[in-house]
């Protein structure tokens, strides 16, 4: 299934109706006759969009909006209202108390469709956002957000572009923005240090229709725009214009131009949802780099490394493929510290993770454990080929002195590997699959007899199957 939808509606032939189109399209549905009885299951129920009629028995839309408050969904479950006939200023009452779009009857079933995929997608997306939000504060690694905020830019695109200019200098008194009118082709500025729009309007008309088609797709396809909140506004119906672009990723679309207070309306939903979904974005990268990464050397740390390894573990039992773990240790690095310093000391490091993430290939994984221990992770390789990884990364160490900023000597430098293999095929397949510390402590047994042998070697142990 494609989603819950939850249809909200007195009339049966009319639910019923809704249910076999959405059904069709392969969603799941649940129905209700009256307000509370939408509250109530969706409660329970958890949908991912609700489809309602504007007037109900026991209240309207805009109640319903309000009241998914109470069952903690309010804001999280797009409302989309269906009714025959909408005057502009009941449409921004609904609008206004949080309800996402207002489609009038008769409607097209396919555009129908196509705003019940632009709505919940835009809402799973922003939910996906606010569940890694949510992690990365569970992990401590999430910084509190601020209220200070950059005014927003928004672009007026049309062919037209004195008609632009005059429906921004019209919503200049309702909308905290900086707005910009241009034509297609200068949507883009060619100044590189130019803050990108943070929303484009895009005014179509039955003979542009073509080349905003086109701009869509390149505001969705460009970084800096990637994110960008798109509203299309058609001075002249077309539904299946309109399917197309909610398709390709506008964000939200007005049939026509009734009123500017609609449209800045429609605007600082955008922005707002465009807002969050920045902030929740950057929360969460910079949360997850600082949980995952030694800020050292810039490799993944164990926190990382340890549930990459369970990965890596499952698909290679599920896929038969050997894998190996090595962790390797700098010999005498202590003799390093006490020499030259600690600031040596770390810049030793730093190269020596340098040279290790620049000899591996592409699918391994090089991660610091703590102090001067490295852990790689090599998927689908052989122990012959594992093997000589290892000799190779003891060369690429030890072969080379190392050349520290602001010091006259070069340093020797020297490390050993403790290595073990796993092969799948060998394993008990009744048994439990070895957990990821149990390979790095098969490894760094291997890696403790390395030393007791000599140091600036590769020693193999026990294998994992």
Not at 124 to 148: I, K, M, N, P, V
Not at 274 to 291: F, H, I, P, S, Y
Request: proline share 5%; aromatic share 4%.
């Amino acid at each position: 299934m494609l989603g819950k939808i939850l249809i909200v509606d007195q009339i049966a032939t009319n639910r019923i109706s809704l249910r076999v189109k959405l059904a069709a399209a392969h969603y799941e549905v649940r129905q209700a006759g009256t307000l509370g009885q939408a509250v109530a299951l969706a409660g329970s129920y958890l949908p991912d969009l609700i489809l309602t009629t504007a007037a109900l028995p026991d209240g309207d839309a805009a109640q319903l909006a309000r009241k998914l408050y109470k069952v903690n969904l309010g804001g999280k479950v797009p409302v989309l209202a269906i009714d025959n006939a909408v005057a502009d200023d009941e449409r921004l009452r609904l609008l206004s108390a949080g309800v996402d779009d207002v489609i009038i009857k008769p409607f097209n079933d396919s555009f129908l469709l196509a705003r019940v995929r632009s709505l919940i997608r835009a809402y799973a997306s922003a939910s996906e956002w606010e569940l890694r939000d949510d992690t990365t504060r569970a992990l401590g690694f999430a910084e509190q957000s601020t209220d200070f905020t950059i005014r927003a830019r928004v672009a007026l695109i049309s062919t037209d572009v004195p008609d632009g200019k005059t429906l921004a200098r019209g919503l200049d008194d309702l909308i905290d923005a900086e707005l910009l009118a241009s034509g297609p082709a200068h949507a883009f500025s060619e100044d590189p240090t130019e803050t990108a729009p943070d929303a484009f309007v895009l005014l179509t008309t039955p003979q542009n229709r073509q080349q905003m088609q086109l701009l869509l797709a390149m505001i969705r396809s460009q970084p800096a725009t990637r994110y960008a909140a798109i509203l299309v506004v058609e001075t002249e119906s077309d539904p299946a214009w309109a399917t197309q672009a909610l398709d390709m990723g506008a964000n939200d679309l007005m049939p026509e131009l009734r009123t500017r207070e609609e449209m800045a309306l429609r605007l600082k939903a955008m922005l707002h949802r465009k807002r969050l979904g920045d902030q929740l974005r950057a929360t969460v990268r910079t949360g997850l780099e600082a949980a995952v990464s030694d800020p050292l050397t810039g490799l993944h740390n164990r926190r990382y490394a340890l549930p990459h390894l369970a990965r890596v573990t499952e698909r290679a039992f599920q896929s038969g493929k050997t894998f190996a773990v090595m962790v390797a240790d700098l010999d005498h690095f202590k003799r390093i510290n006490d020499t030259y310093g600690h600031s040596v000391g770390d810049a030793v490091l730093i190269e020596a993770a340098e040279r290790l993430r620049e000899n591996v290939r592409g699918v391994d994984t090089v991660a610091r454990l703590g102090g001067e221990e490295f852990l790689m992770i090599l998927p689908g390789i052989s122990l012959m080929n594992a093997r000589l990884a290892a000799v190779r990364l003891c060369s690429v160490i030890g072969d080379t002195p190392f050349e520290i900023s602001g010091l006259n000597e070069k340093i020797e430098v020297t490390v050993s590997i403790g290595m073990t293999v796993c092969d799948p095929e060998k394993l008990d397949k009744t048994a439990p699959l070895p957990k990821p510390e149990e390979l790095v402590g098969r490894a760094d047994k291997a890696l403790y007899d390395a030393k007791s042998q000599g140091r600036n070697r590769v020693t193999l142990g026990r294998p994992a199957a």
